[in-house]
């Protein structure tokens, strides 16, 4: 009798253990639904886009690895259409630029299929914050990061490059620019980490191929490592579903050299890490 009893108790115990689980996963996905941002995507130019919402304006987003069709098919940002009606999750943290930008996306359901010209009304923003690209103009490379207290975009420095293009008859035209080795350059970007830091490399125009080499910033502006050639380290750099590259726990102390490609033009960034 004393065993049923025991057994009673332990049966009721896991009842009200799975009652109550089930009453926080209801409260903390109630929160997440409430938290969410609903907004139309809007892609605009070779590789941009918008979203756009009556709540929160127009944004930006890191998109996460789990995007979801409107039957719930697991997609990557490439298969969104324009006009799309998304439900945006995340931290809700939503950082002050024009357009804003929300570094803290989790998740991204479609939820209506929409129509391309339902964006139509949105063509006044996006005329305002588009400028045409300049075909001469070779890309630029920016590298985004989490500190503590901010999520952080900063600029790269530019070097050579063998930029070809077409101009506006069509005809196939090439630019070439020397430049000193990053090792010596005295405009130089740097970026300050304070731990090992994975770095998102924004490109405004998708490349073909990006490679990574690293050298330790003890070797800045020393003309005789320069002049002997230094192959550095070899860096492990990731493609992204969004377009951008990832250099996984980057470390404070090197100058990172990225170089990208496109096509036969192939253009040299740098920066370094403190």
């Known amino acids: 009798m004393k065993k049923k009893h025991i057994i009673l108790i332990l049966v009721s115990a896991v009842i009200l253990i799975l009652i109550a689980l089930a009453v926080l996963f209801a409260v903390r996905k109630n929160k997440e639904e409430k938290a969410a941002i609903q907004a139309m995507y809007i892609p605009y130019g070779e590789d941009s886009y918008i979203m756009a919402s009556d709540e929160s304006g127009v944004f930006t987003v890191h998109f996460p690895e789990d995007i979801y069709d ?49 964006a139509d009304r949105y063509q006044d923003i996006i005329d305002m914050i588009y400028q ?27 070097g050579g490059f063998r930029w070809e293009y077409q101009d506006k008859d069509g005809a196939v035209q090439s630019v070439v620019a020397d430049a000193p080795s990053m090792l010596a350059n005295s405009d130089l970007a740097d970026i300050s980490l304070t731990d090992p830091t994975d770095l998102t490399l924004l490109f405004t125009k998708k490349p073909d191929e990006v490679t990574v080499i690293r050298y330790t910033s003890d070797h800045y502006k020393d003309q005789a490592y320069i002049e002997s050639n230094p192959q550095g380290e070899h860096v492990e750099v990731s493609a992204v579903e969004d377009g951008s590259y990832l250099i996984s726990q980057a470390e404070a102390g090197y100058i990172y050299v990225v170089r990208a490609v496109w096509g036969s033009s192939e253009v040299e960034f740098g920066f370094m890490t403190k």
């Open 132 to 158: 045409e690209p300049d075909p001469a103009e070779p890309p630029s490379l920016d590298v985004n990061y989490r500190t503590d207290l901010a999520v952080v975009t900063a600029m790269t420095t530019r």
């Open 70 to 118: 409107i039957s719930g098919k697991k997609i990557t940002q490439d298969q969104l259409v324009k006009g799309n009606i998304l439900k945006i999750y995340g931290n809700g943290i939503m950082l002050e630029s024009y357009p804003g930008q929300y570094p803290g996306v989790t998740k991204i359901k479609v939820v209506e299929q929409g129509s391309p010209s339902d």
